[in-house]
Structure formats: structure tokens, C-alpha cells
């Protein structure tokens, strides 16, 4: 039988790659996203994979999802917390709304994508969780106090878990992209792309989503069983921990 995997953010950028890629392995896959409807209807109607719509920061609204998903395909195998939002400004600027709509996105939201999979994950004694961290995690970024906070948390995270789950069966690992061809990325200003950030990766290019997706592909796999609380960099030599 197929194993289920759940993509949130799975609709748009990194996590389409993501969503397709898994499909194309062989797996059932569940796409979420947070509201973008359009762009939501349009992947399904490529790809076949269904779509469910919850904002990850709400816990409620991620079980009751979840649940939905579990009865739809069957108990979820792999889990990609994947959805995030950067909202950039200097210390000094950044407002405590920008703060917290960062971190209950990007840091609560993996917990309350992971948590509710997580004790089916045990009682069966198989799964994988991958979360999409960043580079920006590794060596934090000028406007991006609350973006790194959240991106180096995953890495707690993910070392955490792989401690707890891996007598169950269970992997936790974590990839960090650097720059890739995304909205999220083509929102910054082309100049500050062009002038800035492209010249500080020897690559010379930004990375594109479905070379994050082949690191999340072989993560999941079974080649992938004794590797845990693991980060993959994918990032065109930008930056070496
Ligand atoms: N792009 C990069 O260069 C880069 C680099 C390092 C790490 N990352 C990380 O990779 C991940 C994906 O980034 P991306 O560039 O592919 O982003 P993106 O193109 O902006 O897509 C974001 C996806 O996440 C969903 N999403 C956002 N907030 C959500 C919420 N509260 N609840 C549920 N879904 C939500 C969006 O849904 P809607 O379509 O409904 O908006 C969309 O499907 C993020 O965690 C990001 O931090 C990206």
C-alpha cells in the first residue's frame, strides 16, 4: 500500500515541488495551504493532489485537518512542515505582531503539524518528520529576528524528536535552503537580489524547489532509516556549519 504524506504549504513554491516529487515516488499525498484558494484549485487541477485548507498556527484547526486527512487516505507516514512567511524589518522596527504572526507560523505551526501525527507515528512504528528550516536558522539575517528565531528552533526541534522517535521507528531530520526561486524570494526588491544576495552565493544562482524536493524525497525514503535529527544544507556553498 502507498504511504500518505502531508505537505503543509504544499500548493505554491518550495512545498509544490515538494507535493509533486512525493507523488511521483509513489506516495498518497495531502497538499495544505493557508488561503491562496486559486492557486490552490489551479495545483490540484495539474497535479490530482488534493488540497485541504487550515492556518498551521492553530492547533485546533490543524487536528481537526489532520483528522480529515487520516480518514480521506489513510494514516499519514511522512509529514513536511514546510508551510512559513517571513515578515522582514530591522530590530528596532519589528512590531510584536510581526513577531508573533512569524513565530506562531513558522515555529508553533510545526508543532502543531507534528503533534497530532505524532502518537499514530509511535503506535505504528514508522515515520518521518521533515521540516523545512532555512539558512537564515544557521546564520541569521539582517531583518529577519524573528524569521532565524523560528529557523534555528526547527533545529531543535527536529534533534529533539529524533531522540524520542527513534526507538519508534521514527525520523526527524531537517533541510535548509538557502535562496530558492520562490514568491517568498522574488518578493524581495530585484535589486537588493541582483546587487546583494545572488553575488553572495558561489553557486551564482538562487536554488530552485525541486532541488529541495529531492532532499526531502530522499529523507523520507527507506535509504534514509538511520539518518536522524539530521539538517541537509541546500544552498550553493552560501554557508558551511
Ligand atoms: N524560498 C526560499 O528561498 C526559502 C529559503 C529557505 C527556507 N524557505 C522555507 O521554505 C518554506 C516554503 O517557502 P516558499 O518560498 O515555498 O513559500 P511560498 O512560496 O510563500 O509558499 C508558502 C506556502 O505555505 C502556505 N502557508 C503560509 N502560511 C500558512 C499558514 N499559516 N497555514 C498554512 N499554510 C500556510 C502558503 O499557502 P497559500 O498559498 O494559501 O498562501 C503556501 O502554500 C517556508 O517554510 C520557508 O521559510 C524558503
Redo the contacts with the bound molecule.
Keep these: 500500500m502507498a504511504r500518505v504524506a502531508l505537505v ?8 509544490e515541488a515538494i507535493s509533486k516529487r512525493l507523488k511521483a515516488d509513489g506516495y498518497e499525498v495531502a497538499a ?5 484558494d486559486e ?2 484549485a489551479a495545483f490540484t487541477k495539474e497535479t490530482g493532489i488534493k488540497t485541504y485548507k ?4 492553530d492547533y485546533d484547526a490543524s487536528k481537526a485537518g489532520i483528522e480529515q486527512v487520516e480518514a480521506d487516505l489513510g494514516p499519514i507516514d511522512v509529514v513536511v512542515a ?5 515578515r522582514d524589518a530591522p530590530f528596532h522596527k519589528m512590531t510584536p505582531q510581526q513577531w508573533k504572526e512569524v513565530i506562531d ?2 515555529l508553533t ?1 510545526v508543532f502543531n503539524t507534528v503533534h497530532p501525527v505524532w502518537p499514530g507515528m509511535r503506535g505504528r512504528k514508522f515515520g518521518r518528520v521533515i521540516v ?5 536558522g544557521q546564520k541569521g539575517q539582517f531583518a529577519q529576528v524573528n ?1 532565524a528565531a523560528t ?1 534555528a528552533g526547527d533545529l531543535g526541534i527536529i534533534k529533539s524528536l529524533a531522540q524520542e522517535g527513534a526507538r519508534a521507528g521514527i525520523t526527524a531530520n531537517a533541510v ?5 526561486g ?4 522574488r518578493a524581495i526588491p530585484e535589486k537588493v537580489l541582483n546587487e546583494v544576495i545572488i553575488p553572495q552565493i558561489p553557486a551564482g544562482r538562487l536554488g530552485e ?1 525541486e532541488e529541495i524536493a529531492r532532499c526531502v524525497a530522499f529523507l523520507a525514503s527507506d535509504d534514509a532509516g538511520f539518518i536522524n535529527g539530521s539538517t541537509i544544507s541546500a544552498n550553493g556553498a552560501q554557508f558551511f556549519v
Aim: proline letters at 5%; aromatic letters at 10%; hydrophobic letters at 30%.
Design positions: 503543509t504549504g504544499g500548493s505554491r513554491g518550495i512545498g495544505t495551504y493557508a488561503g491562496n492557486a490552490a487550515w492556518n498551521v498556527a514546510n508551510a512559513g512567511i517571513t507560523t513558522n505551526g523545512i528550516s532555512s539558512i537564515n524569521y529557523k535548509c535552503p538557502g535562496y530558492i520562490t514568491e517568498m524570494v524547489p
